[in-house]
């Protein structure tokens, strides 16, 4: 008498319950995605903190030229209109609420700080340059390279 293990033919075996789920589960967003409009930039603005209200920040982004959305104009985040508050009919969410500001005024201002950004590197540079010293010269090199060794 022997035993052994009983052998299936090719078309019996399957490799399906080997296989790796092809939809892997991945955390919700704490976010909703919100479509772009176009002209707009958004940005989820802060109103509280550790559950105290923020007037500073909402204040700056409006000097900024953020304005808070109204909920009926993006159908896609009703579901987290306000319904109290400062900010009634518009979506918050965990002390955040989507703002918007025209696309054309946020480039401006981005042009702001980078120009800004520029100058604070030129004092930088013309510091540093101040001791330089043909004998033993400072390199003022920004660039960089990535190596990715022998093969």
């Not at 955390?27 to 603005?45: A, K, N, Q, S, Y």
């Amino acid at each position: 008498m022997t035993t052994g293990t009983i052998k299936l033919n090719r078309e019996q075996e399957s490799r399906e319950k080997d296989a790796r789920p092809i939809n892997l589960w991945t955390p919700p967003e704490t976010l909703p995605r919100i479509d772009e409009r176009e002209g707009w930039v958004h940005r989820w603005c802060r109103t509280t903190i550790l559950g105290s209200a923020d007037p500073m920040n909402i204040s700056r982004s409006r000097r900024e030229g953020y304005e808070p959305v109204k909920a009926e104009d993006y159908p896609e985040a009703m579901a987290h209109a306000s319904i109290d508050g400062q900010f009634k009919g518009s979506i918050e969410i965990g002390g955040l609420v989507l703002c918007r500001a025209p696309r054309e005024m946020m480039e401006q201002r981005a042009r702001y700080y980078e120009g800004l950004a520029n100058s604070q590197m030129d004092s930088v540079d013309n510091t540093y340059m101040k001791e330089n010293d043909p004998r033993m010269p400072l390199f003022k090199n920004r660039e960089t390279k990535v190596t990715f060794g022998n093969k």
